[in-house]
């Protein structure tokens, strides 16, 4: 029976046996991987564990004291990492296979953690069984019996791993009745500050001499007047970042600045067909909140949250027809921008004459399809420059391109830089 000590609430009051049980169902069903519950202490939760949780490998890794000490620690370690951040953590364990931790919180109260992984992300060879004898030297473990369990590991790739991360998350706080809300707020927060972390170095290694990006805010309506959630707020935090790189630690002038975005974004609303008076009354209502904020990450938060809102006004305004309309060849290229895709295609996926589409898009987005395409095209191209080793001749195919010039010139009229010049100044660190 869950109990409370101290009215203290425990982690089994709000994850029942029967929330395990169809948590577990549905992620085995979906991922075939099995799933740990533990306390804060790192001590399973054997109820809410699933049959057979333990690989033989990582029965033979416990075997050893210090190898058991090892895998305590990492659960502590793991657990720590996604209470404070708010969101799954995966990492690779002292003995050298994937490891994923979803936090278990309450409101504010950390109770624990749903543990999951214990695989590997490419199949077995040299190299992995290189690096897990390095890692387990000193547990004496015999090593035939350590490799031929390691050969039974299920093998998952890592975008795998990350959309099982993904939901187990959703799925933990739809089932049980814990309270997401700080949770969330912790997440949205760790995800923010990383993308405006990336923003700052990038704009460091750039020598950017920019105070502030003027046209990012025209990109900013756009993506505003479509309702376009998720390329807004990459924009909102590329426009954070720039602020805080070029006055880092200056609170006063950060507020100033999202003060002038608050204006900003009222404007894109108001494009979008929203009330005036509607939005000056929201204005002066988050003009004030923010000046009641005190720390950089909670104001970057809080001005996420008001994006939403301005989003959710333009959707229930007059032109949210035009703009539903938009959505769809909108997501075709987001989804689908590796593709050689023609204004054709964009028609088609919105039910739109191509000539209607361009309309429409001219009108609400202020760019025309094909520019939209390799905006997002060159974003792409961007990430993959400054996160993998892929030649640019590759990234070139990946984003969409069959012609390394062509893209080469398209990537420098609108970075500045070839893309090995991007490459080379992100590499000067």
């Known amino acids: 029976m869950a109990r409370k000590t101290d009215d203290k609430i425990l982690l089994t009051d709000l994850v029942t046996k029967k929330h395990f049980e169809k948590i577990s169902s549905a992620f ?43 895998c305590h620690e990492e659960r502590i370690r793991s657990l720590n990492v996604s209470i404070e951040t708010g969101q799954p953590y995966i990492t690779l364990c002292h003995a050298g296979i994937v490891l994923g931790c979803i936090p278990v919180m309450n409101g504010n109260q950390p109770l624990g953690g749903v543990f999951f992984g214990k695989c590997i992300w490419e199949p077995f060879d040299e190299m992995l069984e290189a690096d ?39 799925l933990l706080y739809q089932t049980t009745d814990l309270d997401p809300e700080i949770v969330q707020w912790r997440r949205q927060r760790s995800t923010q500050q990383s993308q405006i972390g990336q923003v700052i170095q990038e704009t460091k290694l750039l020598d950017s001499e920019e105070t502030y990006p003027y046209e990012m805010e025209c990109q900013l309506i756009a ?24 006055n880092p630690g200056n609170i006063n002038l950060l507020k100033a600045r999202l003060v002038e975005l608050l204006s900003v974004l009222s404007r894109a609303a108001a494009m979008g067909g929203v009330d005036i008076n509607t939005l000056l009354s929201k204005n002066l209502e988050y003009i004030n909140k923010v000046l009641t904020i005190d720390t950089q990450e909670d104001i970057c ?35 689908n921008y590796d593709q050689p895709l023609m204004l054709a295609d964009m028609a088609k996926a919105a039910h739109l004459s191509v000539s209607r589409l361009a309309h429409l898009f001219r009108e609400q987005v202020g760019i025309t399809p094909m520019d939209f395409l390799t905006n997002v095209r060159i974003d792409h191209a961007k990430r993959m420059l400054l996160t993998t080793d892929n030649n640019c001749t590759r990234i070139c195919y990946d984003v969409g391109y069959n012609n390394q010039s ?24």
Not at 37 to 58: K, M, N, V
Not at 59 to 68: D, F, I, M, N, P
Not at 322 to 327: F, I, S
């Open 28 to 70: 085995q069903r979906n991922f075939k991987l099995l799933i740990e519950t533990a306390d804060l202490e790192g001590q399973a939760i054997r109820s809410l564990c699933s049959s057979g949780c333990y690989p033989e490998f990582c029965k033979r890794v416990r075997q050893s004291k210090t190898g058991a000490k090892r």
């Open 132 to 170: 897990v004898e390095k890692r387990l030297r000193g547990l004496h473990i015999k090593q035939h019996e350590i490799y031929d369990a390691l050969q039974k590991i299920p093998v998952v790739s890592g975008r795998r791993i990350h959309e099982a991360a993904e939901f187990l998350y959703v």
């Open 223 to 246: 993506k505003v007047k479509i309702g376009d959630r998720t390329g807004a707020k990459e924009i909102l935090n590329s426009l954070l970042g720039k602020i805080m790189f070029h």
């Open 301 to 335: 938060v809080w001005i996420s949250h008001a994006l939403d809102n301005f989003i959710e006004s333009v959707y229930s305004s007059q032109d949210s027809r035009k703009m539903t309309q938009l959505k769809p060849a909108i997501e075709l290229m987001q989804y």
């Open 406 to 429: 062509y893209f080469t010139r398209v990537f420098k009229q609108i970075v500045g830089l070839t893309p090995r010049e991007f490459r080379k100044q992100n590499k000067r660190q």
